[in-house]
Nanobody, 113 residues
Framework: QVQLVESGGGLVQPGGSLRLSCTTS????????MSWYRRPPGKEREWVAT?????????YYANSVKGRFTISRDNAKNTLYLQMNSLKPEDTAVYYC?????WGQGTQVTVSS
């Protein structure tokens, strides 16, 4: 049974940082491209970043987060990460990880003073 569990969300001030984690099980994590998405309040879910399965492959970012967010993975721990720096109020959203057609339950990130 595929499981993806996000954690690390919370309330942070503008300019602050958070690191999200997505712990996975039930599939061969190292073989899959992994992505982060987010759903801002009142909006549709949007893609944030993708990391492919091959070592050294390029990571991909939405323009809105490029240069501020970093996606990474630890294949030994079956875990995906999203380091978020220089956070802005518009980054407020529920953040989800995705593997193939499988989604986690999401973790709330709120950026506010």
């Amino acid at each position: 049974q595929v499981q993806l569990v996000e954690s690390g969300g919370g309330l942070v001030q503008p300019g602050g940082s958070l690191r999200l984690s997505c712990t996975t099980s039930g599939f061969t994590f190292s073989a899959y491209s992994m992505s982060w998405y987010r759903r801002p309040p009142g909006k549709e879910r949007e893609w944030v970043a993708t990391t492919n399965s091959g070592e050294g492959d390029t990571d991909y970012y939405a323009n809105s987060v490029k240069g501020r967010f970093t996606i990474s993975r630890d294949n030994a721990k079956n875990t995906l990460y999203l380091q978020m720096n220089s956070l802005k109020p518009e980054d407020t959203a529920v953040y989800y990880c995705k593997a193939s057609q499988h989604w986690g339950q999401g973790t709330q990130v709120t950026v506010s003073s």
